[in-house]
């Protein structure tokens, strides 16, 4: 009987362990003044986010846009996406400069490299968010070079 136990009580962590590892791959990751400045400065990745408030009309309309966008850009090693609200964090939002809603904003080693306005769909923000990746990247490795 014993036996039985173990394997129930076994199998219930695999399940609470296999959860958490899923939760803590989430695609989109939520940033606040605590976590925002330590994650942009990680090495050799992008993190695009996007600063709204839950009030404003235009982040509703987003909908579920930016949970899509981290699923599809989840392959991407180099490319974290997150997302702060400004509604509970509006210190790190004026830090980072943000006066309107949404703002979407690409940093690369701490440092703001872009700002996305173009159209609201997955496939442009994918494509702009590669891009200025691929440019950071490559600015990073040219002054890295020069400072050898």
Known sequence: MRNHHHRAFFLLLLTITTCLIIQTQSEVLTLTSDTLSDKIKEKDTAWFVKFCVPWCKHCKKLGSLW?????VMEKEDEIEIGEVDCGTDKAVCSKV?????????????????????????????KTFVLEEAEKAAAKAQLDSDKEL
């Open 67 to 71: 949970d899509e966008l981290g699923k």
């Open 97 to 125: 400069d943000i006066h309107s809603y949404p703002t979407f904003k690409v940093f690369y080693d701490g440092e703001e490299v872009a700002k996305y306005q173009g159209k609201r769909d997955v496939e442009s923000l």
